[in-house]
């Protein structure tokens, strides 16, 4: 099927099956989610929410909800052509009473994607709905911060003291061998193994010195997952002693958001994805905050899709490599671990000594903990 058909069946819908060829691969996807919602149409589907039937050959919108729609056609489109679908949808078929019902809405499970949809939506409905759809970014956005903090405090609670006891029973803390020692008496020959008594765990020593963590987000369309759980980690080591934590987002502009991690949800909403992608000028801009580059962590979370001068950014890693500043270049911050990005500018980078890699929240608190050791 030639490039102009295979838009044309995707305008088409399902109908014009009999006179285009069948579509395949992701395009079967497209249009199941496209005929979710524009099969409307047809009288095939109201108002109510009933699920459509997938589109010929197959998809996966097929009995998805208006949430799980949203979240699919994020992963399909372009994020201009999402932006029309979720117009369409909540102004020309009016789901949006279908979005806001309270009872659908108590199930949803907590995530990045559920929160990245109410996030994109919240400009896009009524302003009578946005406080309803702020409460539910509230309520989600709590439960995900909690998750990482209880997950950063482990990583961070210090490195194990083996010449110091502790009465506090963590897994984390556990010494094998000094219970093994202790507790020698109890061998039992019969069964073959020792009856412990008492177990031992080890103190830890806490970091006292101040360190610093700048965060260089890209927000431009494709890093919407990653900016969210950014804006996460930043608010939640913003909560953390001897740590101070600078958040910078950019696309071919620059926003320093550091003075507003306080409120994750506010942060969150003044995020303003799309636009260009100029990484160099984001990278000298951070590169005029550090203070103390030997004891600075600079993430830089990005694609690695250079708009502006792939030479001045090799220059302003190569500055903070020279300055001893940790630096470390995250394609994808997200827990699935999908990411594309260009490999020729990050294997670049790579070279002048930035460690590159995919990360979830929780192995780049793991990394943190390390770093700061």
Not at 140 to 169: V, W
Request: neutral net charge.
């Amino acid at each position: 099927m030639s490039e102009l058909a295979r838009r044309w069946r995707l305008v088409l819908g399902r109908h014009a099956q009999e006179h285009l060829s069948a579509l395949s691969g992701t395009d079967l996807q497209r249009d199941a989610a496209l005929g979710w919602l524009y099969d409307r149409e047809h009288g095939q589907q109201g108002s109510g929410g009933t699920a459509m039937p997938a589109a010929a050959g197959g998809g996966t919108s097929q009995g998805l909800r208006p949430l799980d729609w949203l979240g699919e056609i994020r992963s399909l489109f372009p994020q201009q052509v999402c932006e029309r679908l979720q117009a369409d949808a909540l102004n020309r078929y009016e789901i949006s009473e279908l979005l806001l019902d309270p009872e659908a809405l108590e199930t949803i499970e907590p995530s990045t994607g559920t929160l990245q949809t109410m996030l994109s939506l919240h400009k896009s409905v009524p302003p009578e709905l946005q406080a309803r759809l702020r409460q539910i970014a509230q309520r989600i956005l709590e439960d995900l911060q909690n998750r990482l903090r209880r997950r950063m405090e482990t990583a961070f609670s210090g490195r194990r003291n083996r010449f110091q006891r502790s009465s506090i029973a963590r897994a984390a803390n556990f010494d094998a061998r000094a219970t093994l020692r202790r507790n020698l008496h109890t061998w039992d020959s019969d069964r073959r193994r020792i009856l412990a008594e008492r177990l031992e765990f080890n103190a830890r020593a806490r970091r006292h010195l101040p360190w610093e963590v700048v965060l260089c987000v890209d927000q431009s369309g494709s890093m919407a997952g990653s900016v969210i759980n950014s804006a996460l980690l930043a608010c939640v080591l913003h909560g953390l002693p001897a740590v101070s934590v600078r958040l910078i987002l950019f696309d071919n502009r620059i926003v320093d958001l550091s003075g507003k991690l306080a409120d994750p949800l506010d942060t969150l909403l003044s995020v303003q994805l799309g636009g260009g992608t100029d990484i160099a000028r984001a990278v000298t801009y951070c590169t005029d905050l550090i203070d103390n580059p030997t004891r600075t962590l600079f993430l830089l979370v990005t694609d690695f899709c250079e708009g502006g001068s792939v030479r001045r950014l090799e220059a302003a890693v190569a500055r903070l490599v020279e300055a001893r500043v940790r630096t470390l270049g995250i394609t994808s911050l997200q827990d699935d671990g999908a990411v594309w990005y260009d490999r020729r500018i990050a294997g670049r980078l790579a070279e002048i000594g930035m460690e590159i890699g995919a990360r979830s929240p929780d192995t780049l608190a793991d990394w943190l903990a390390e770093a700061m050791e």
